[in-house]
T-cell receptor, first 109, second 116 residues
Framework: RKEVEQDPGPFNVPEGATVAFNCTYS??????FFWYRQDCRKEPKLLMS???SGNEDGRFTAQLNRASQYISLLIRDSKLSDSATYLCVVNGRDDKIIFGKGTRLHILP | SAVISQKPSRDICQRGTSLTIQCQVD?????MFWYRQQPGQSLTLIAT?????????ESGFVIDKFPISRPNLTFSTLTVSNMSPEDSSIYLC?????????????FGEGSRLTVL
């Protein structure tokens, strides 16, 4: 099992819709989880941290499910500007930061 | 937050040559990282640049191929040596704002390398 796995997509979603995607991780001892956003030909930037109690920031909600070892990202009322690749980031073995391959999201007008 | 300047932003190089990428941070940071992102792939950590000591390389990466310098707490360089087309990639410098477990990773804009 890969350390961090994501559905590569692309997810093609009409503007205004709600979209959600998950990321699974293999190391049950992982403590830190993040969602990063990467626009085309740009560097990744932190979107939000994922706390055990969940985390909401405007239209974005991130949740952690330790029992099933996955984190999720929910985007409500999607905007054209949400089109990007969303990277799941987990601290893996030996505190190494592991990036998922990313999920591509296309918001359609 | 941290502002990272990375250069060159892009380069086209001939096989067998070497290229040095520079990373300058606007504040002193303990941990600096070098990542590679190949087309369609995620970020892969090459090494952690340590100030005052040799860099710590990840599995599959060696010092002879990717020598790293870290002369102070705000600057680092990564050299891609004896390049081949397989080295074509984006190379990203990164720093962490606090501890690895709690801190946010900040990235430079990346250096897009094409090897002919």
């Amino acid at each position: 099992r890969k350390e961090v796995e994501q559905d590569p997509g692309p997810f093609n979603v009409p503007e205004g819709a709600t979209v959600a995607f998950n990321c699974t991780y293999s190391n049950s001892a992982s403590q830190s989880f993040f969602w990063y956003r990467q626009d085309c030909r740009k560097e990744p930037k932190l979107l939000m941290s994922v706390y055990s109690s969940g985390n909401e920031d405007g239209r974005f909600t991130a949740q952690l499910n330790r029992a099933s070892q996955y984190i999720s990202l929910l985007i409500r009322d999607s905007k054209l500007s949400d089109s990007a690749t969303y990277l799941c980031v987990v601290n893996g073995r030996d505190d190494k930061i592991i990036f998922g391959k990313g999920t591509r999201l296309h918001i359609l007008p | 937050s941290a502002v990272i300047s990375q250069k060159p932003s892009r380069d086209i190089c001939q096989r067998g040559t070497s290229l040095t990428i520079q990373c300058q941070v606007d504040s002193q940071v303990t941990m600096m990282f070098w990542y590679r992102q190949q087309p369609g792939q995620s970020l892969t950590l090459i090494a952690t640049a340590n100030q005052g000591s040799e860099a710590t390389y990840e599995s599959g990466f060696v010092i002879d191929k990717f020598p790293i310098s870290r002369p102070n707490l705000t600057f680092s360089t990564l050299t891609v040596s004896n390049m081949s087309p397989e080295d074509s990639s984006i190379y990203l410098c990164s720093v962490v704002s606090a501890g690895v477990n709690t801190g946010e990773l900040f990235f430079g804009e990346g250096s897009r390398l094409t090897v002919l």
